[in-house]
């Protein structure tokens, strides 16, 4: 769904682009720690550390977090 308009992207596009690099590396890092909480606050509680840490792979990366814990879809 795109419900922006293109003056508002305009808009935003040359304000993140007036940003010093490290401002926008910056905001980037704390809009993913937000999601990171977010996803985090939505796991069942008693979840083993690697557990935590594959679910939280996994809703983040999709299928290729199973590659990277060695799991199998069935």
């Excluded at 808009?11 to 401002?23: D, Q």
């Excluded at 909480?37 to 983040?60: D, K, N, Q, T």
């Amino acid at each position: 769904m795109d419900d922006t308009t293109p003056e508002f992207r305009r808009m935003m596009r040359s304000r993140f682009a007036a940003l010093e690099p490290a401002e926008r590396v910056r905001m980037c890092a704390e809009m993913f720690e937000t999601a990171r909480r977010i996803v985090e606050a939505s796991l069942p509680e008693g979840l083993g550390l690697e557990e935590r840490r594959y679910r939280i792979c996994r809703r983040f990366y999709g299928e290729l977090a199973d590659r990277a814990f060695g799991r199998r879809v069935p």
